[in-house]
């Protein structure tokens, strides 16, 4: 994405070239990337594509390898010191034996201009637990307490790592009205998470990582285009998943009985040459791929390679 | 700094079972030695409750410290790390927190010298006998902090009761350092808990702290603290 310099200064988030790498692994390697202020962004990746590490280092929790990192303009440490960034850390924890009201009290006593615990509290939603002990609460209620301390500095930028991560369908809903009412303010978010659908209905950008590399940036509509992603569905009688996975242009293959499905990269190709091996196949649908055939044929289009 | 002082010195305090363990323990053991020993001489007794408030100001600062293993292992430190909270700010808090939990440790054992074991001492004693006794459990709060940083929080309870354990008994406080073998004796004189009794009989004496504690105790707090500081910052640099 060509982004102008004015864009590049006062970016809410600018990486470049970011390495990291972790003995010989490269959890990290060359990413660019830069937010602008009120972007909703969502990073998306498969298990080890870099999402927390890329995080870690975004927060200045852990040193890059090589590469530059800014936060409006600032150090991660000097941004986190001046509350402009607050943070949900997949990995941070909270004090079992502290109550919900200290604990977001305590955040709230830390930083130079920040938010009332209560008002941290009653936008996080936790307000009506606030006098119970952390040891006692749902993997969700404990979640909702992270955002609260995260909201804790009134920052101007949201860093999430796998938000909604313990939380059911009703806390996963009130999680994310108390977010997009953070955002509405005109604040920046950028939020790590596996489920697309969260991407889909809360992201204005979606970042997708591969290998710690960017494979996609833009909109989920640009992404889901730029993928061209289809799946075919047919009856193929008497021919195996693992064959089928073969199919030039295939990368994914869900079977049930005969009637199977080809996640494809190249549906055109994979169509032609499925007919073309197995002149049996039957019942053939192509349809158009979502954001979920796009992120599936993206992030394995390396592993083919 | 005040506000996690005040976090973590709420949560200790309504730990029941802590609260029971660290203060509770130099009190039963002092009562037990007081009447097996105490009268055995003039001023047996208040001898033995400096060596057991020392005991019991020594077993809450290393087990307060030694909290932070628990606490890092849930990666709550971690947490604290997105906060504008500096690395001093930070360790000054901890130390200070081991010594607010000392300071009853070390009262009540007093209170019971005083109340039940007829030790009598006029007010400017008792006075400098709590003063000194609590000034002098620093370096140990500072190794309960670095047990804290380097043990995880499975063996923070192991590690913590050998250090309270070697410390106690090498360093005097359960038997008189003479009754040691030779060479312990000299290793006792080593130690911050050996000069830290030293200093509250001292107190009770009348006479000033010897030289010779006042540099021991400040080369174990200079070296603890060096060595609590280093992790520390390994710890941010490996999350």
């Known amino acids: 994405m060509q982004q102008t310099d004015t864009v590049v200064r006062g970016a809410a988030v600018s990486l470049q070239g970011l390495v990291k790498h972790y003995g010989g692994v490269r959890a990290v390697d060359g990413v660019d990337l830069t937010i602008a202020p009120g972007e909703v962004v969502a990073l998306l990746g498969p298990n080890g594509a870099g999402k927390s590490t890329t995080i870690d280092v975004l927060l200045g929790l852990s040193t890059p390898t090589s590469g530059a990192v800014t936060l409006f303009g600032r150090s991660p440490r000097e941004a986190v010191s001046a509350g402009l960034v607050g943070a949900m850390l997949q990995s941070g924890g909270l004090l079992e034996d502290a109550t919900v009201a200290e604990t977001v009290g305590l955040f709230s006593a830390v930083y130079p201009k920040s938010l009332s615990a209560a008002e941290a509290m009653r936008r996080a939603g936790v307000a009506e637990f606030a006098k119970r002990r952390i040891g006692s609460l749902s993997g969700g209620q404990r979640q909702r307490v992270r955002f609260a301390t995260a909201l804790a500095s009134d920052p101007d930028l949201l860093v999430l790592d ?6 059911d369908v009703e806390g ?7 977010m997009r009412a953070y955002a509405s303010t005109g604040r920046t978010v950028l939020f790590a998470t596996h489920y697309l659908a969260e991407a889909e209905d809360y992201a204005d950008r979606v970042v997708l990582l591969r290998s710690g590399r960017v494979a996609a940036d833009g909109s989920v509509a640009e992404i889901g285009a730029r993928a061209a992603g289809r799946v075919i ?7 195996s998943a693992a064959e089928l996975s073969t199919v030039a242009g295939v990368v994914d293959v869900q079977s049930r009985g005969d009637a199977v499905e080809l996640s494809c990269v190249d549906s055109d190709g994979a169509l032609r040459e499925l007919l073309a091996r197995y002149p ?6 192509v349809r158009g791929a979502g954001l979920e055939a796009a992120f599936l044929a993206l992030t394995s289009e390396g592993a083919a390679r | 700094m005040t506000a996690l002082l005040l976090f973590d010195i709420r949560r200790i305090a309504r730990s029941p079972r802590f609260a029971l363990f660290t203060v509770g323990f130099p009190v039963v053991f002092f009562l037990i030695f007081s009447n097996v020993y105490g009268r055995s001489g003039p001023g047996a007794a208040a001898y033995l409750m400096v060596g057991m408030a020392a005991f019991g100001a020594v077993s809450a600062a290393i087990n307060t410290g030694s909290r932070v293993a628990v606490e890092r292992q849930v990666g709550w430190n971690r947490q604290l790390r997105m ?14 927190a081991s010594m607010v939990v000392a300071l009853p440790a070390l009262l009540l054992v007093f209170l019971v010298g005083a109340f039940t074991q007829g030790v009598s001492l006029d007010a400017g004693t008792w006075l400098r006998l709590v003063l000194v006794c609590w000034l002098g459990v620093l370096p140990i709060a500072a190794l309960g902090l670095l047990i804290g940083m380097l043990a995880t929080g499975d063996s923070a309870q192991a590690m913590s009761a050998v250090a309270m354990m070697t410390m106690s008994l090498l360093g005097g406080l359960w038997v ?3 009754l040691l073998p030779g060479f312990l004796a000299a290793v006792a004189r080593a130690l911050p808990t050996y000069w830290l009794a030293e200093f509250g009989r001292d107190a009770l004496a009348g006479t000033a702290p010897a030289a010779q504690g006042l540099v021991t105790m400040f080369a174990w707090l200079l070296v603890t603290g060096v060595l609590v500081i280093v992790r520390y910052r390994r710890d941010a640099a490996r999350a």
Do not use: H, N
């Open chain 1, 162 to 167: 796998e938000p909604t991560v313990a939380m």
């Open chain 2, 176 to 178: 008189p350092v003479d």
């Open chain 1, 233 to 239: 569905s047919a009856r193929v009688p008497g021919v």
């Open chain 1, 280 to 285: 049996q196949a039957m019942d053939i649908e």
């Open chain 2, 83 to 96: 906060t504008p909270l500096p690395t001093p700010g930070y360790l000054v808090s901890k130390v200070l």
């Open chain 1, 172 to 178: 996963r809903r009130e999680f994310w009205a108390a």
